[in-house]
């Protein structure tokens, strides 16, 4: 996998992990600049960015695999523990480190999650009025998709240059665009219990939720806040699936103050 770094090694390390879909682009250098103080890891999910890439609908791999890999990632920078944050399926993923690897999480910070998706006790997804599928192998059209995309699960004023830019770039670096927008939801989930075991985790957590979040309401993330003990929620408004620059300042102030001394 490809993994790239910011800060010092000797600094405390934050592991980012993002959502399904999205390679470590999604991580703007901007946004890990601002954890100052922090040795600060992105990385590419398989089939994403310069990561394996599997046939589409084939991944080849499962839920657990993906959380393996973010261990692997610590492994390979020789990091005992790290502050984790994960955004989307990278909070389902943080959750898992934080429960089949606890030594290896300092703290956890999960944003637009779940722990009980399809319970129900918590809202359904909204319905998204989604683009269609583009033509994968033209780029221009694929780009088009991810702008479209993300217009379709965010809150106004959409950050349409941004998204473009960052777009831009993972396509430009991902070798399956096809695969790389299917085969984490194609991945199969090994049913390893989440989220009853939610009290199991004893490390500081931060949960930071949009206030009109269409696939996740904001019940989803007081959930976690809830079942997490001593979880900590911060309400992101005006913000739907995303993470907007305009968020970006607020996220790093919480995520250092959570990360202070630790």
Same mark, same amino acid.
């Given at each position: 996998m490809s993994? %790239? *770094?910011? !800060? %010092? $090694? @000797?600094d405390p390390a934050v592991l980012l992990i993002h959502g399904? !879909?999205? %390679?470590m682009d999604w991580w703007a250098p901007e946004f890990c600049r601002m954890l100052v103080d922090r040795y600060v890891i992105r990385y590419d999910h398989r089939d994403t960015g310069d990561a394996p890439s599997y046939p589409p609908g084939e991944p080849g791999y499962t839920g657990t695999d993906l959380v393996t890999d973010a261990v692997s990632v610590l492994d390979s920078l020789s990091v005992a523990a790290a502050h984790v944050v994960g955004i989307s399926m990278g909070g389902g993923i943080a959750q898992e480190i934080a429960l089949y690897h606890p030594s290896r999480v300092l703290s956890l910070t999960v944003m637009s999650t779940t722990a009980g998706a399809g319970d129900a006790d918590l809202p359904g997804v909204t319905p998204v009025d989604f683009p269609p599928e583009p033509d994968w192998a @033209? &780029? %221009?059209a694929v780009v088009e998709y991810l702008v479209a995309s993300q217009r379709a699960v965010s809150a106004e004023p959409f950050a349409e240059a941004e998204i473009r830019e960052i777009a831009t770039i993972a396509v430009s670096r991902t070798a399956n665009h096809e695969s790389s927008q =299917?085969?984490?939801f194609a991945a199969p989930d090994d049913g390893r219990p989440v989220r009853h075991r939610? $009290? &199991?985790? *004893?490390? $500081? *957590?931060l949960v930071l939720h949009g206030d009109s979040d269409p696939l996740l309401p904001l019940p989803h993330g007081e959930a976690l806040a809830r079942e997490i003990p001593g979880a900590r929620l911060v309400v992101l408004p005006n913000t739907g699936h995303e993470f907007p620059s305009r968020n970006w300042p607020l996220v790093? =102030? &919480?995520v250092l103050a959570l990360t202070a001394s630790r």
């Open positions: 993994v %790239s *770094t910011f !800060g %010092s $090694p @000797d399904a !879909g999205a %390679s @033209d &780029e %221009s =299917k085969n984490h939610l $009290p &199991e985790i *004893t490390v $500081p *957590t790093a =102030k &919480e």
